[in-house]
């Protein structure tokens, strides 16, 4: 069938002359492509026909969830919130989590239901959260709350949110950022004023505010012209990315080159670590390096363990155990995955917890018979 022949099949099921037509359509038995099928049983089920509308909605949600969930990246606003309320399966509601547009109204309204691991996809989406703090709020009634999403949000309050609202309510400048410079030498002003501060130059964190760098007291495009200078390696010093504000920071961890990655991994704020984890193309080689890195915090550590599609490498499940950052828990649960030469090597490694240690020699002298 063409697709002028589908859309026009599709628009005759809308006109509802022909009511046979409206109850196949109903039951997903026309041949029009899932997604406009999955729209046009949302149109169907949002009707008052007694004899069609629960039928549409009862096919939407007998919908497999593989299918369902392929639908919503392009689907209209109407069958994202159709299939987030009516089909729960967790591979749907993540999509719609992850949907850029998706209304922020929406996200409140699923937040207090989501388990452990759509809590977090949740937070990572920090756009939305700027946009609509009540997200936090709506995620704090969750009664299966996990202490990651708890750290999460009182660290979202502590630093984002605060930022983000004192930009919006702040005047805008009469004059740009850079002054009198042309446009075109904004950036290359903002790249050399943090790229030329010196180690002993840099300012402390609390002096920031007073430097002009607090992230509260810079608009989007002063804090993408101050990301922008430095996300070459000769834009910037690891002392002064450390010195820069928590909103900038995070803005320079979204897609960030893989030297300023090695330093952003590694900062104290959690969630600059973590966005830097999960906004960024990461090889198998740059994620083994974290995961033996004993300078991250425990969290990026329990961050790697909660992915699966990591922790079917070998080798990265081979440098969690032998880092001693790895919480101890973790790292004695994977110490059943490793090879009997590594379980040797682990036994004798006085670096690790004598918890962890032991449960090597013991493994080891068990696989070894």
């Not at 005759?12 to 029009?32: D, F, I, T, Y």
């Not at 009664?143 to 999403?149: I, V």
């Amino acid at each position: 069938m063409t697709a002028e022949a589908r859309g026009s099949l599709a628009q005759e099921v809308r006109s509802g002359e022909n009511r046979e037509l409206r109850l196949l359509a109903a039951r997903g038995l026309v041949p029009v492509p899932l997604e406009e099928l999955v729209t046009l049983q949302v149109y169907l089920a949002g009707l008052d026909e007694p004899e069609i509308s629960p039928v549409a909605a009862d096919s939407v949600r007998q919908l497999e969830p593989q299918a369902a969930a392929g639908v919503i990246a392009d689907a209209p606003d109407e069958v994202v919130t159709f299939l987030a309320r009516n089909h729960p399966h967790p591979s749907v509601v993540q999509k719609v989590l992850q949907r850029r547009d998706v209304s922020r109204d929406l996200l409140c309204e699923l937040a207090p239901d989501l388990d452990e691991e759509l809590q977090e996809i949740l937070l990572l989406r920090q756009d939305a959260i700027v946009e609509c703090p009540e997200i936090l709020d709506a995620l704090e009634t969750n009664r299966q709350l996990s202490s990651f999403a708890v750290r999460r949000i009182q660290e979202y309050r502590q630093h984002l949110v605060p930022a983000a609202r004192l930009r919006q309510g702040r005047a805008a400048p009469e004059k740009p950022l850079a002054g009198a410079l042309p446009g075109s030498e904004v950036e290359g002003a903002a790249s050399g004023a943090l790229g030329g501060l010196s180690e002993e130059a840099a300012p402390e964190t609390g002096d920031l505010a007073g430097a002009g760098l607090d992230g509260a007291e810079l608009d989007e495009t002063e804090l993408a012209e101050m990301a922008n200078g430095l996300m070459h390696p000769e834009g910037f010093s690891e002392v002064n990315i450390r010195n820069l504000p928590v909103p900038v920071r995070m803005q320079l961890s979204r897609g960030a080159p893989r030297n300023l990655r090695q330093v952003l991994i590694r900062d104290s704020n959690p969630a600059v670590a973590l966005s830097v984890l999960n906004n960024n193309a990461i090889t198998e080689s740059e994620l083994e390096q974290i995961a033996s890195n004993r300078s991250v915090l425990e969290d990026v550590l329990e961050d790697i363990c909660r992915k699966p599609r990591w922790m079917r490498k070998y080798r990265i499940v081979r440098a969690l155990v032998a880092n001693p950052r790895t919480p101890v828990g973790v790292a004695v649960r994977l110490t059943g995955q490793l090879s009997v030469r590594d379980l040797r090597s682990l036994s004798r490694d006085r670096n690790i917890p004598e918890a962890v240690r032991a449960t090597a020699l013991r493994l080891y002298r068990i696989k070894l018979k």
